[in-house]
């Protein structure tokens, strides 16, 4: 869908607004991850939105055959960067249909809110559906979401900081809107012209997500509320980490 949002952010300066995201905790998470979904040594691993690969290099590393996908071939040029070695199979594709064959998983990860960008709410189901389908038979899937109650009490409404790197002073817009947490950017810098950006997320709950599963054919196993491993709160947790396996 040309002109989606998703395009024009996940692009070039993508890299400079979230510099602050620490690959070194992309080793821990995938320690936490991989040990809810119970991978075996060299198991087939997709990550689903795997942006800049902070997280399918960390796979890689702990031993798993790694496949990341993403829609922006400027994020997945800065993740050929980090892969010297050639760890990880790095593939240009939309979510809503995946590039690879049915059955050709074990597990399927989506971290870090790579969820719910869509505006017709079919499109996120069927994201679950093509998380489905390319999955083996009593496969697994991680789905790392905003807590939507977390984001609600503390969503700061105004943001501003300066990428040391660049030089680029980043101001951020947030709100909640019909269903939505929407965020406008504006990178700005002496002599350059403003770049704007615009991101949202669907606000889905944990019941949104029980029965969208269900109807993808997945079975909701469990929720973690962080990485720690803390049961989910709907008020308190910092996020939704939803594990499901293919159903029967």
């Given at each position: ?143 790392d979401f905003l807590n939507p109650g977390d984001v609600a009490s503390r969503l ?93």
């Amino acid at each position: 869908m040309v002109g989606e949002w998703f395009e024009k952010s996940f692009g070039c300066d993508y890299p400079v607004i979230y510099r602050h995201r620490d690959w070194e905790a992309a080793a821990q998470e995938v320690e936490a991850m991989a040990s809810w979904l119970r991978l075996r040594a060299g198991a087939a691993v997709l990550d689903v939105g795997c942006g800049m690969g902070r997280h399918a290099l960390a796979l890689a590393a702990a031993g798993y055959r790694v496949t990341g996908v993403d829609l922006s071939e400027e994020l997945l040029n800065e993740a050929r960067k980090h892969d010297s070695e050639k760890a990880v199979a790095w593939m240009r594709g939309d979510m809503r249909a995946l590039p690879l064959p049915a059955a050709s998983m074990e597990a399927t990860v989506n971290f870090f809110t790579s969820f719910g960008y869509f505006e017709p709410e079919t499109d996120n189901a069927h994201v679950l559906r093509e998380l489905k389908r390319v999955l083996r038979p009593q496969g697994r899937c991680l789905i790392d979401f905003l807590n939507p109650g977390d984001v609600a009490s503390r969503l700061v409404p105004y943001s501003e900081r300066v990428d040391a790197l660049t030089g680029w002073t980043i101001r951020e817009h947030r709100r909640i809107e019909d269903g939505w947490v929407k965020k406008e950017i504006a990178l700005e810098r002496p002599g350059a012209p403003v770049r704007h950006y615009s991101e949202r997320v669907r606000l889905y709950d944990l019941d949104w997500f029980e029965q969208a599963m269900a109807g993808a054919g997945l079975v909701l196993d469990e929720v973690r509320g962080d990485y720690d491993g803390r049961v989910y709160d709907p008020a308190t947790s910092r996020r939704m980490i939803l594990i499901g396996t293919v159903r029967g």
